[in-house]
Structure formats: structure tokens, C-alpha cells
């Protein structure tokens, strides 16, 4: 028979293993709530290059009226949880630097291969998709135009899902897009929009960023 101090070690041993899931999800809770406060760079924190720019603090989509083509209100927290790439688009034209950001955040999509189903698109607009003029002579893979831009998004970008928020709300959610008409941006699961690119960043730098997320996220 094992004496009483072993019995006490082998304890001690199983309520260190069990409480082993309980320290993790605490301690992930706690790092989580610091990074969408902006008072902790994760990102930066575990070694990741950072070829996007981090916006600190994060902010929340549903902070802000959003809704669908039909109008419905929209809360990214009722979408089963998941990465977003997304493209801000102010006015009634989607130009050559609108285009080219749908065509490139497809792309890098496409390019994720068995992680494709972890991740999503968004457009998010002040116009309804239906007044919206595709307003380019050619499209970025040499496809042929579409004969207007809701059929361009049925044709190009089957799975994107298309909405719409008033022109101030726009402006504050997404004032990257404004300075600089080339930026997008990447959404974490919860609904926080964390990290904004543009021209400047390779196609490879932005999944080398979603691959170091994506590996180092449950979402």
C-alpha cells in the first residue's frame, strides 16, 4: 500500500492537472480583455512581424448601426465567430481602388487554402448596393464587366456579404479609408476591427499575418 505522503503527492499531481483548462481560460479571458481595451499588443507581444498597422484601441462594429441589403439590422456577435477581411466604400461608386481591394482581399482568401473556412469577407458601404455604379473600365482579373455593380458582387464575389451604415458612421468607423483610399481591414472573431492595410503591403505579408492569427486564435 502507498504510505499517506504519496497518496498526498498523487492529489496534489491530478488538482494540478485538472486545474490546468480552468488557469488557460482564465488567463486567455484576461489577455483578451486588455487587447480589445488597447491596453495589450498581442500581436506584438507573441513575435508576429506586424505588417499591418494595429489600431489601438480596437473598434467594435456593433458599436454602429449596421444593416443588410434588405435593410435588417445586423450584429456581427449573431455570425458564427470568425476572421474578416473587410472594404469600407463611401459614395455611390465603387472606382478602381474599391475594385482592386475586393479583388485583393479575395484573393488572399482564396490563397488560405484549408483555412479558408475561417475566415470571411465584408463590404460595408453608405449606399445600398443596388445604387452603387461599378465605376471601372476593366476588372482586376480580366474578367468580363458586368453589366453593374450588384452583379459584379454576384459573379466576382459569391459568399461576400454586403452592408450598409450611414455616411458619419462610416466615416468614424473607418477614417483609414478616407486619408487613404487603398486601406482595408482585418476584423478579429469578435467584431473588432484591430488592423488596417493598404497598397504599401504585399499580398504575402497579409497572409503571413492571417496564417500567425489564424494559428494562434481559436476563431
Known amino acids: 500500500m502507498q504510505d499517506s ?3 498526498s503527492k498523487n ?3 491530478l488538482l494540478l492537472i ?3 483548462p480552468v488557469t488557460m481560460i482564465l488567463g ?3 489577455l483578451w480583455y486588455f487587447v480589445v481595451h488597447g491596453d495589450l499588443d498581442l500581436v506584438g507581444a507573441l513575435g ?3 505588417r499591418g498597422t494595429l489600431i489601438q484601441p480596437p473598434r467594435q462594429l456593433d458599436d454602429y448601426p449596421l444593416v443588410d441589403q434588405r435593410g435588417r439590422p445586423f450584429l456581427y456577435r449573431d455570425m458564427e465567430p470568425k476572421w474578416a477581411l473587410l472594404v469600407a466604400s463611401a459614395g455611390v461608386e465603387c472606382d478602381s481602388a474599391c475594385e482592386e481591394k475586393l479583388y485583393l482581399t479575395r484573393q488572399i482568401h482564396v490563397a488560405l487554402g484549408k483555412e479558408f473556412n475561417r475566415v470571411r469577407r465584408i463590404y460595408i458601404s453608405d449606399s445600398p448596393v443596388g445604387d452603387t455604379d461599378l465605376a ?3 476588372l482586376s482579373d480580366e474578367h468580363p464587366l458586368p453589366a453593374d455593380f450588384n452583379s459584379y458582387l ?3 464575389h459569391r459568399g461576400l456579404r454586403a452592408l450598409q451604415t450611414g455616411p458619419g458612421e462610416l466615416a468614424a468607423l473607418f477614417p483609414e479609408s478616407r486619408a487613404d483610399p487603398g486601406s482595408w481591414y482585418l476584423v478579429d472573431p469578435a467584431g473588432w476591427v484591430m488592423m488596417t492595410y493598404n497598397a504599401d503591403t504585399s499580398y504575402k505579408e497579409v497572409i503571413a ?3 500567425f492569427l489564424l494559428k494562434n486564435s481559436g476563431g
Open 18 to 20: 485538472a486545474g490546468l
Open 11 to 13: 492529489r496534489m499531481v
Open 28 to 30: 486567455a479571458t484576461w
Open 154 to 156: 454576384a459573379s466576382e
Open 48 to 50: 508576429t512581424a506586424n
Open 136 to 138: 471601372v473600365a476593366a
Open 209 to 211: 499575418d492571417l496564417k
Open 5 to 7: 505522503s504519496q497518496v
